[in-house]
């Protein structure tokens, strides 16, 4: 779950970018509608990859109850849009209250070990060598995890860092561990022209600071172009995903 706010000056040509899509690998807007309501989708930008959205709701029906309980509470103000980010901001404490651990949302870590063994191509019995590759897997987290769905939050990092989610969602996937994967991240609807409308940063003190709030959201962080040129791409793997974008639908006064 990253957030640091801090961590890019506006760059001009946000929409020039050549690294971005709108979703050309996606599963039908149609199937994804019929699985979320037109209601839902009006207010975030939701794109299925590998049947994601059919996965989730026909696999998974109480953690598809719970995400989609969910984006319908979700809400988050311009103020705390314009708040300092660093490690873990306004918004991802917000979201923590909306997957509860309670609920079976953890934040998980995952670790595996590979058992080799070298065989008889004829004699299934003949071990001609063994070892194990500690730490195989290590080190990849995902920020919520009930049973087999995966779900991250990028409000505002490098975008960089939809690698990381990604190929942990992967390892994830490989491993057995998870069958969908879903990130919460910011809709290229809630864009350059929508910041620029809510003046400058505040302090942690809550006075204003010299900053214009747009220059914290600059091209090369986590918005939806981002995370859908890499799914495009296939760098999910195997691992079906759901891309939910946040709109201006979703923020409030």
Not at 15 to 22: C, I, P, Y
Not at 154 to 169: G, I, P, V
Not at 201 to 224: C, I, P, R
Not at 234 to 239: K, Q
Request: hydrophobic share 40%.
């Amino acid at each position: 779950m990253a957030d640091d706010d801090d961590v890019e000056e506006f760059d001009e040509d946000f929409e020039g970018q050549l690294d971005v899509s709108t979703g050309r690998g996606a599963d039908p807007k149609e199937l994804v509608e019929a699985i979320f309501g037109a209601e839902l989708c009006e207010k975030f930008e939701i794109f299925s990859y590998r049947n994601a959205a059919s996965i989730l709701k026909g696999g998974f029906s109480a953690h598809f109850d719970s995400i989609v309980a969910g984006l319908e509470k979700f809400s988050i103000t311009k103020e705390m849009i314009r708040f300092p980010g660093g490690s873990k901001g306004q918004i991802a404490k917000y979201v923590d209250t909306l997957f509860l651990e309670s609920e079976g949302w953890r934040e998980t870590r995952i670790s595996a070990d590979l058992h080799v063994k070298l065989l008889h191509a004829k004699k299934k019995n003949l071990v001609f060598d063994e070892y194990v590759r500690n730490g195989f897997l290590d080190g990849h987290r995902i920020d919520f995890l009930r049973g087999r769905v995966a779900l991250d939050l990028e409000w505002n990092s490098k975008d960089q860092t939809y690698d990381r989610d990604l190929y942990a969602f992967s390892a994830f996937y490989d491993a057995g561990a998870v069958d969908v994967g879903a990130i919460l991240t910011r809709g290229s609807s809630l864009d350059s022209n929508f910041f620029r409308g809510l003046g400058r940063v505040l302090k942690k003190d809550g006075t204003e600071g010299a900053k214009e709030v747009y220059k914290k959201f600059g091209a090369s962080t986590t918005w939806m172009g981002k995370l859908l040129y890499r799914l495009d791409a296939g760098r999910n793997g195997g691992c079906p995903v759901l891309a939910i974008g946040i709109t201006p639908n979703c923020v409030v006064d």
